[in-house]
């Protein structure tokens, strides 16, 4: 599946030659197939879809010029950006039919957004794509909103490092690109404070939940997850095949009787730090 390159805001040019990927933990970066992580102060980042996420942009600055080549000049440099899951609203819609006119389409989707977001859909920046499922008549379309106070920040600081930030997704979106298999598979995903989960089946994004736990705790985790799996029983009419941890305990899927696997890369082992970096280097890197 390529979800990054349905759900990013892409331009004609060849891919950035810089990715950053900012967490509260700190900034994971990749020139090439080179990565690296910088880690922040406690406070430097605190991920939210309704506030400013940048507490102390001197510092992420700081970081980003760090590792600015001594040679870039005047000139902006592309770069793709990779914000966290929790910075952002991931949904799910489902259509009997989609508008061909692109208007129209993105008129429909921010009408049926507005109402699951804890902003003003007014003030917020809409990204969707389709998805083409076979033999389903139905229209089902992955809506991305970031509020864009938010989103505005993040790119400010990049343009003030000397990037231009031409390439913006979120995390899982983005690490999705990781999973290749069939049937249907769970991908769980702790940073911090945030779990992420995304039902995929048979290719296409079904379901995705993120949401602020208080101490990452298994019984935290499974309250999340337990109604996950009610979902794919009763929508999908089949069990879930695999699941596929990232930050997430292995005993998780123990308890829930469900074969695992720890995400993957050929890059290196993703982390719930840079998972969104992996998979843009999966999709973009030959």
């Known amino acids: 599946m390529s979800f990054l390159n349905q759900i990013t805001r892409l331009v004609k040019d060849p891919p950035p030659s810089h990715l950053f990927e900012l967490s509260e933990a700190g900034l994971a970066f990749a020139q090439g ?3 690296g ?10 991920a939210s879809p309704v ?4 507490l102390r942009g001197d510092a992420i600055l700081s970081t980003i010029q760090r590792l600015m080549p001594s040679n870039a000049g005047k000139k902006r440099r592309g770069a793709a950006v990779i914000l966290p899951d ?3 609203r991931v949904t799910v819609l489902d259509f009997d039919a989609f508008p061909t006119i692109a ?29 083409t499922v076979a033999g389903q008549k139905r229209v089902e379309v ?26 913006v997704t979120t995390s899982t979106l983005a690490a999705l690109n990781l999973h290749k298999g069939d049937g249907v598979a769970v991908l769980a995903k702790l940073s911090g404070r945030a779990l992420t989960v995304a039902v995929i089946a048979s290719g296409a994004l079904k379901l995705f939940r993120c949401v602020s736990i208080e101490d990452s705790s298994e019984e935290e985790i499974m309250a999340v997850l337990h109604p ?11 069990p879930v095949g695999k699941m596929i941890l990232c ?7 123990v308890r829930l009787k469900c074969e695992s696997e720890v995400l993957g890369s050929r890059f290196g082992a993703p982390g719930p730090n840079n998972a969104g970096l992996y998979g843009y280097l999966e999709q973009v890197v030959g």
């Open 86 to 88: 929790y910075a952002a």
């Open 103 to 131: 208007e129209e389409q993105a008129s429909l989707v921010r009408f049926r957004v507005k109402k699951t977001i804890p902003f003003d859909i007014d003030s917020a920046a809409v990204s969707y794509f389709p998805q």
């Open 142 to 167: 992955v809506a991305v909103t970031v509020a864009l106070e938010v989103i505005a920040r993040y790119e400010a600081v990049f343009r003030s490092a000397g990037y231009h930030p031409g390439v």
């Open 33 to 35: 197939t080179t990565t």
């Open 37 to 46: 992580f910088e880690a922040f102060e406690p406070g430097t980042l605190v």
């Open 247 to 253: 930050g997430v305990p292995p005993e998780i899927a």
């Open 51 to 54: 506030e400013d996420n940048i």
């Open 228 to 238: 996950t799996f009610a979902y794919v029983e009763d929508e999908l009419k089949q």
